[in-house]
């Protein structure tokens, strides 16, 4: 999924080397999971298993702090028509 591998490339780039030897483990292993679980867990539609819960935290807040600073598209799927607030936000 695309949208997917652009929230988990930007976070590798970003944050990879600065995260623990267990949390760059369970990264690692995010990756082996079914996309649509993964992106289920980054959306907060579903509770991550045990083992990817932190890893999967950390991305999450890592995407809330790109919209904070700026980056409107965070998790919006391409071609998606925009919220009214999203409307609001691009004037």
């Known amino acids: 999924m695309l949208e997917l591998d652009l929230v988990l490339v930007d976070f590798a780039r970003a ?6 030897c267990a949390d760059q483990e369970a990264y690692r292993g ?5 996309d649509w679980t993964i992106w289920e867990w980054l959306q907060r ?3 991550p298993t045990a ?6 935290e950390l991305i999450a807040g890592f995407v809330a702090d790109d919209a904070r600073q700026g980056d409107e598209t965070a998790f919006r799927t391409p071609g998606a ?3 009214e607030s999203d409307a609001d936000l691009e004037s």
């Open 15 to 20: 944050r990879y080397t600065l995260l623990s």
């Open 51 to 56: 083992p990817f819960a932190r890893i999967v």
């Open 45 to 47: 539609r579903a509770a």
């Open 81 to 83: 028509v925009p919220r």
């Open 30 to 34: 995010l990756l082996a999971q079914d």
